[in-house]
């Protein structure tokens, strides 16, 4: 929005939208002529605010009142904002992440700092992609023909299944599954892992082959499906009780009931941020989320990282929020993440 205004018309554009996160209150053409960056008449000012709201991004509360920016207003100077990388703060956040030993852990501690760091809420999730690296297997046998399969993805998750043998497994035999697998495919897309195993035991060479036949028996158990669940994290959202959204209780009490559901958080990050990009997608109101987060914005990144897993974090804040140090929270945690391991 922004590229399609004179440098005149942002300039006054962004100076009524800082004026309005800072008091919450209509702006008027006097109150921007007092500024010595303006230079410029109130009524010139006057004409600038005109043209702005026939482009629907001003709004008059009353006839008698000054300017309100509107959601597409906001989202035009929140585009605009730069942020300055510094290189102490990010250093400190890689620290505090990699004490994290796994993926959950990863995720916690991502969305305590997104909090401490915004005073807002903060939304984060990891994501496995379906093309997850095997980096190991395990096997366990249990008492009743039951055997505990592990897999490790290269994202340091770890997936437990138990199935249902028709006999049992000796443990040399399960050593062997094991081996088998880990020094064959360790490093291998799961998918690919399938495709293979299934490729081989058709070959004439293999029909004799009880390593691949026992696999594939276990392939048919569910060896190597694994459910590729969302881990999703919110903190913070007590800070929205601080901020005067001018909601009703029954408003507030369902801002809430939508943050404490798991499927809901995971489809506003879908929504409305880019699954294939690490660009930063601004979104000001929530009102198609839902009518009562009409006041709400979001700020946040899909972070793309090795092993096949996608990090999906966001600040959620009051309309009127810092823009800016949001903004540089999620770009320093943006980058802080993208630096570390899978």
């Known amino acids: 929005m922004s590229s399609t205004l004179s440098p005149r018309e ?26 010595r960056r303006m230079k410029l008449s109130a009524a010139s000012i006057r004409n600038v605010m005109a043209d702005l709201a026939d482009q629907g991004l001003l709004s008059q509360p009353h006839a008698s009142a000054g300017r309100i920016p509107t959601e597409r207003a906001i989202e035009s100077y929140v585009k605009t904002l730069a942020v300055r990388v510094v290189s102490a703060e990010l250093s400190r956040l890689r ?33 496995p992609g379906a093309g997850q690296i095997l980096r190991e297997v395990q096997f366990v046998a249990i008492p009743g023909n039951r055997l505990l399969i592990v897999v490790v993805t290269g994202d340091g998750r770890v ?9 049992p497994a000796a443990d040399g035999e ?29 070959l004439e060479s293999a029909a004799y082959d009880t390593v691949l036949r026992r696999l594939m028996e276990l392939r048919v158990h569910g060896l190597l499906d694994l459910a590729l669940d969302a881990e999703v994290f919110i903190g913070g959202a007590s800070n929205l009780v601080g901020v005067d959204l001018h ?25 409305f941020l880019d699954k294939n990009s690490d660009e930063l997608g601004v979104q000001v109101g929530l009102a198609d989320v839902h009518p009562a987060m009409s006041q709400l914005s979001l700020i946040g990144v ?22 800016a140090k949001a903004l540089s929270a999620v770009v320093h945690m943006q980058q802080a993440l993208r630096a570390l391991p899978s």
């Open 10 to 35: 942002a300039g006054i554009l962004h100076s009524i939208v800082e004026s309005y996160i800072h008091t919450g209150e209509p702006v008027g053409s006097l109150t921007l002529a007092r500024l």
């Open 95 to 127: 620290t505090e992440l990699r004490r994290a030993q796994s993926v959950e852990e990863r995720v916690e501690c991502s969305t305590r700092i997104l909090t401490d760091l915004t005073h807002n809420v903060a939304i984060v999730s990891s994501v």
């Open 159 to 167: 997936h437990n299944r138990v199935i249902e043998l028709e006999k």
């Open 174 to 202: 399960l050593v062997t599954l094991r081996n088998y697998l880990n020094q064959n495919f360790s490093g291998w897309e799961l998918p690919v892992v399938r495709r293979e195993l299934s490729r081989r035991l058709e």
């Open 247 to 271: 909601l009703t209780r029954e408003a507030m009490r369902d801002i809430f009931r939508t943050l404490e559901q798991k499927k809901r958080l995971i489809e506003i990050l879908d929504r």
């Open 302 to 323: 899909t972070i793309e990282q090795p092993g096949g897993t996608a990090t999906r974090m966001a600040v959620l804040g009051p309309l009127r929020m810092d823009y």
